[in-house]
Each structure stands twice: as C-alpha cells, then as structure tokens.
C-alpha cells in the first residue's frame, strides 16, 4: 500500500505535516532557529547523513520555511528563514516546552531561550481571551471555518444547508 500523500489531503494541518512531519524536518528548524546557517553547521549539530540532511533542506526551501541564498560577493550558500520559518517559531517553542515538561531526564532541559533584552526564560505561548484570562483545552469549541466542507460542517453540528440535506438523500 503506498504512504498516504498528505500534501493532497484538504486539512492545512495534514499538508504541513508533509512539511514538518518527517522525523528530521523540526530539528532542522531547530537548528536555524539557534542560528544554523550552512549546511556543514546542520550535519555537525544534528549528526544526521548528509544525503537525509539534503534532502530535508531541500524539502524546507521548497515549501519556502528556508531560503538558500548565496551571499554578497559569493562564497558557499546559507540557509535563511523567511518569513513563513520565522512564523513556524512560536510552534517549535510550545512544542520545545511541553517536551522539556514531559521528556526530560532529571538533569532538565538542554537549552533555555533567554530574552536578549531582559535576560529573562522566554515563556511559553499561552492560550489567552482578549481579556487575558488563560483558555485551557475544555474551554475550546471546534467550528467549521469557511474552506470546510459538508463532512467538517456536520461533525461540528453546524445544520446542513438544504441543498446538502437534498444532495444526501439522492
């Protein structure tokens, strides 16, 4: 049976898994993230193959989280973020915070993001109300937004059109 091609698949949560999926693809935004640039710092920091991380940079630059650019002058290509990578951080630091919670050693967690303004740990994206009081899981409600189709729109008991109801029982 061949692997689900997640790229096709409506739900923009299952394409960016065909992004950021991939066992290695976090941890090469990690890596640019904490400044990573060239593809020698990638191998080095990561120890990953140089034939995975290829592949993985590639995949990244694809879909536009990383730029190859060659710098001014010339000389060997570096990897930037662009805009959409940069976007992705806040993910990586929710995502760095429940694992230094739950999949730490005693020792605790191997880096903390420090503020470089105030020296302070930077804190972890809360869930908040305008008002600023915290959302938590059981405060969430789930709605079909305006892609969603007929199948999202009766799950979140949102009432099918007419035309729906009709095209249902034809």
Not at 34 to 41: I, K
Not at 81 to 92: I, V
Not at 111 to 135: C, F, H, N, W, Y
Not at 140 to 153: D, I, K, N, S, Y
Request: charged share 25%; aromatic share 8%.
């Amino acid at each position: 049976m061949p692997p689900t091609d997640f790229t096709t698949m409506p739900c923009p949560v299952a394409r960016s898994m065909a992004v950021l999926g991939e066992r290695w693809a976090i941890l090469v935004m990690r890596e640019a993230f904490y400044g990573s640039t060239r593809f020698d710092e990638f191998e080095k920091n990561l120890g990953i193959a140089p034939n995975i991380l290829s592949a993985r940079l590639k995949t990244l630059v694809t879909h536009e989280l990383l730029a190859r650019v060659t710098p001014e002058g010339g000389g060997r290509h570096v990897y930037q973020l662009t805009e959409k990578g940069r976007d992705f951080f806040p993910a990586y630091v929710a995502l760095k915070a429940w694992a230094d919670r739950w999949m730490t050693d005693e020792k605790g967690p191997l880096t903390v993001l420090q503020d470089k303004r105030s020296g302070a740990e930077i804190a972890t994206p809360a869930l908040m109300r305008a008002d600023g009081s915290a959302i938590t899981l059981d405060d969430v409600r789930v709605l079909p937004g305006p892609g969603a189709g007929r199948f999202l729109r009766r799950r979140f008991g949102e009432a099918a059109s007419e035309q729906e109801q009709e095209d249902d029982h034809a």
